[in-house]
T-cell receptor
Framework: AQSVSQHNHHVILSEAASLELGCNYSYGGTVNLFWYVQYPGQHLQLLLKYFSGDPLVKGIKGFEAEFIKSKFSFNLRKPSVQWSDTAEYFCAVSYTGTASKLTFGTGTRLQVTL | EPEVTQTPSHQVTQMGQEVILRCVPISNHLYFYWYRQILGQKVEFLVSFYNNEISEKSEIFDDQFSVERPDGSNFTLKIRSTKLEDSAMYFC??????????FGPGTRLTVT
């Protein structure tokens, strides 16, 4: 079965610290990879996506992610987090030929302290 | 910027009652989805809909669930006889030709 693993369930960082959130997916062929963010009380918003091409993708608000095919990973990074980055982050994958349904990881709750 | 909307934002119902959750996808989108998130758990796929028919559904989407696109704008999820375990946040999503899905704000369903 298709699955996505997020290793960190709850991360607490101080402002200006660097962030890396892990995401691994199970093999299933050609994949499309996404990171979504859910700010408190708000809906899921797309941070960034990877379909093909350059494995290092840049998203909104200074986030980036690197697709490493050999490791089935798509880790999210940000060099310097801000208090406003406090949110829940979800990695998701869709596989070609599955009507593009998204399979989500369990999410990582990021808390940024001042 | 166009967005997916959902109504109501919160629905409370009694066990055994029918509920209909409504979604208005982005107007030129062709693919529609329902997901749910039980409190404290991950977002789970329920069903995808394209060209007026279900294209894929999960194990969760049993005979108690149905979807419909009754007109050119709405996309509904009906739960015929709600159970306590149906309590969750239900998200609608839509997409165009590009794979990227846009999510609505969700409907919190509470079954008592």
């Amino acid at each position: 079965a298709q699955s996505v693993s997020q290793h960190n369930h709850h991360v607490i960082l101080s402002e200006a610290a660097s962030l890396e959130l892990g995401c691994n997916y199970s093999y299933g062929g050609t994949v499309n990879l996404f990171w979504y963010v859910q700010y408190p009380g708000q809906h899921l918003q797309l941070l960034l996506k990877y379909f093909s091409g350059d494995p290092l993708v840049k998203g909104i608000k200074g986030f980036e992610a690197e697709f490493i095919k050999s490791k089935f990973s798509f880790n999210l990074r940000k060099p310097s987090v801000q208090w406003s980055d406090t949110a829940e982050y979800f990695c998701a994958v869709s596989y070609t030929g599955t009507a593009s349904k998204l399979t989500f990881g369990t999410g990582t709750r990021l808390q940024v302290t001042l | 910027e166009p967005e997916v909307t959902q109504t109501p934002s919160h629905q409370v119902t009694q066990m055994g009652q029918e509920v209909i959750l409504r979604c208005v996808p982005i107007s030129n989108h062709l693919y529609f989805y329902w997901y749910r998130q039980i409190l404290g758990q991950k977002v789970e796929f329920l069903v995808s809909f394209y060209n007026n028919e279900i294209s894929e559904k999960s194990e969760i989407f049993d005979d108690q669930f149905s979807v419909e696109r009754p007109d050119g704008s709405n996309f509904t999820l009906k739960i015929r006889s709600t159970k306590l375990e149906d309590s969750a946040m239900y998200f609608c999503a839509s997409r165009g030709e590009v794979v990227e899905q846009y999510f609505g704000p969700g409907t919190r369903l509470t079954v008592t």
